[in-house]
C-alpha cells in the first residue's frame, strides 16, 4: 500500500508529517485528511487562524496528492452521510 505524507501548511510555515500512513488510494487520503482536520477543528476551534490552514498531502515520492484547506472541511457534502469520518 502506498504511504501518504499529512503536511500542515499555515501561511509560509509547514509542519510536516515524517511518519506518514499506509492507505490503499488517493481517496483514502482525502477521507483521513478531512476526519484530522474536523477533529483539530473540534478540539482547537478557538483558534481563528486554524481555518487559513491547509493540509497538504504528499506521496512517498514528496509529490503533492492534494491540498485540502481547513475552512472546506466545515462545508457538508450532501453525497456523503453527516456521519462518515
Excluded: C
Excluded at 501561511?11 to 488510494?25: A, K
Excluded at 476526519?35 to 491547509?54: C, F, H, K, S
Excluded at 497538504?56 to 457534502?77: N, S
Amino acid at each position: 500500500m502506498p504511504r501518504y505524507f499529512f503536511n500542515t501548511r499555515m501561511g509560509d510555515d509547514v509542519i510536516p508529517d515524517v511518519e506518514g500512513e499506509e492507505l490503499r488510494d488517493a481517496d483514502q487520503a482525502w477521507q483521513v485528511a478531512k476526519a484530522m482536520i474536523v477533529d483539530l477543528l473540534a478540539d482547537q476551534g478557538e483558534q481563528p487562524n486554524l481555518l487559513t490552514a491547509a493540509l497538504v498531502v504528499t506521496d512517498q515520492k514528496g509529490e503533492v496528492v492534494l491540498e485540502f484547506p481547513f475552512a472546506e472541511a466545515l462545508i457538508e457534502d450532501p453525497e456523503s452521510p453527516s456521519t462518515m469520518h
